[in-house]
């Protein structure tokens, strides 16, 4: 019955004295072999130095979810060789900890898909210490061929989100394989810098391809870090750019001529439009000069990744660019610039064909996990938490890190 016990509960490597169940879960009161080796010299010994006033009681495991906790009473034993005490060392249990690996690896596989009160409301694990777990984990603690494999060429993408309020974080994927890399706990260059730069030199080398939103701090780190990468401008923010200020220029248009104006009309795809907001589409850009010459700019910009090839795509640039430098309004004249300054990057997504849409997929993830926990304040367990959920977390993943 109780090498049964024992495979049951892995409890192999100590003597099962009693079993017993408890309104907050389940207690077995074991024993630990009286033969144990010196870990200073790995001499055995079975002289008793000093036994413990009184049991310790450990963390083991889970049960469904209940608890299962071992209670044992450690000794101090005397090694003859080292002439030094030294203290019994449970199996399975790191040094000065309450918590076996196997329940640290089933904590931390449950904070995937929930939130810390939840953990304390099913599991019975609090806060405090499910984040001392937390914050012994290092980033990252999967091997860079888990995530980047081992051959071929890497294709990365960096966005931000927001952590709490106006604090932004950096995510880092890995586009080739589809895996998160890293998420940095601010969107500072000298953050992102460092952590390209930390990058495996067998790693940097095959990064064909950088993948950003249009922010110029990303570009000036990728381009001295990375000199070799391709940069490539996401599409999608791109024409996000283009509805922003063709919406801009419909809300002063709307306050001038003191009316609402439609807005889906001008946002969507020309060629998605129902009859009715393709005749509204009509009467507005008949009626303001303006809004016809952004939106104009805007479907031309959307056409532009269209184009079959990088030739294609030069010319249809080249036309737009001119039309829009001719233009008599400020706001396109500014347009005109910005583009101009991410030519290379525009174009890029014509030699790669990547964008951000894995990135953007994993910030609504993201949001849903931030939800579960009603937000976060330290931005430290905010990364680790996060990371659980794409990182991953096997035994053999995660179990070194809590090993003696």
């Given amino acids: 019955m109780e ?14 004295l009693a079993v017993r169940g408890t309104q907050w879960g389940d207690e077995v009161d074991v024993a630990l072999p009286r033969k144990q080796t010196c870990p200073r010299c790995g001499a055995a010994s079975t002289r008793v130095h000093q036994r413990a006033k009184r049991p310790s009681r450990l963390l083991w495991g889970f049960l469904g979810q209940r608890p299962l906790h071992l209670v044992l009473c450690r000794r101090r034993l005397w090694c003859r060789r080292c002439r030094q005490p ?27 898909e929930q939130g810390f009160a939840m953990l304390r409301r099913g599991w019975q694990v609090s806060y405090w210490q499910a984040r001392r777990m937390l914050l012994r984990l290092p980033i990252p603690w999967c091997d860079w061929s888990l995530l980047v494999g081992t051959e071929g060429p890497i294709c990365l993408g ?5 952590f709490r309020g106006k604090d932004l974080v950096i995510m880092i994927t890995c586009l080739s394989t589809r895996q998160v890399l890293a998420i940095l706990p601010n969107d500072r260059q000298a953050t992102l810098r460092a952590c390209l730069q930390s990058l495996p030199p067998q790693v940097q080398q095959r990064i064909v391809g950088v993948c950003i939103d249009l922010k110029p701090a990303f570009k000036a780190v990728v381009r001295q870090v990375l000199p070799q990468a391709q940069l490539v401008a996401d599409r999608f923010h791109v024409i ?5 200020r063709l919406d801009e220029t419909r809300r002063l248009e709307q306050g001038e001529a003191r009316t609402v104006l439609p807005r889906w009309p001008l946002l969507k795809g020309q060629e998605r439009l129902t009859p009715k907001q393709q005749a509204c589409l009509q009467e507005l850009t008949a009626r303001f000069p303006t809004l016809r ?32 430098e001719g233009s008599e309004d400020a706001a396109v004249l500014q347009w005109a610039r910005t ?9 890029g997504y014509f030699h790669l064909r990547i964008t951000n849409g894995y990135t953007e997929g994993c910030h609504t993830k993201i949001k849903l996990l931030k939800r579960l926990s009603y937000g976060y304040r330290n931005v430290q367990v905010y990364m680790r938490k996060l990371l659980l959920g794409f990182l991953p977390t096997s035994f053999q993943a995660l179990a070194p890190h809590f090993s003696p």
């Fill in 158 to 162: 960096i966005d931000e989100h927001s």
């Fill in 240 to 244: 996000h750019d283009a509805n922003r």
């Fill in 293 to 324: 010459e952004h939106h104009w700019v805007k479907e031309r910009l959307r056409s532009l990744y269209a184009c079959p090839d990088l030739a294609a795509a030069e010319a249809h640039w080249h036309t737009l660019l001119l039309v829009m």
């Fill in 3 to 16: 090498q049964d016990i024992k495979r049951l509960l892995g409890l192999q490597g100590y003597r099962v």
């Fill in 339 to 347: 583009l101009q300054h991410w030519r290379k990057e525009i174009l």
């Fill in 86 to 112: 030294f203290t019994q060392r449970p199996p399975g249990v790191a040094r000065r900890q309450r918590v076996s690996m196997t329940a640290q690896v089933a904590i931390l596989t449950a904070l995937r």
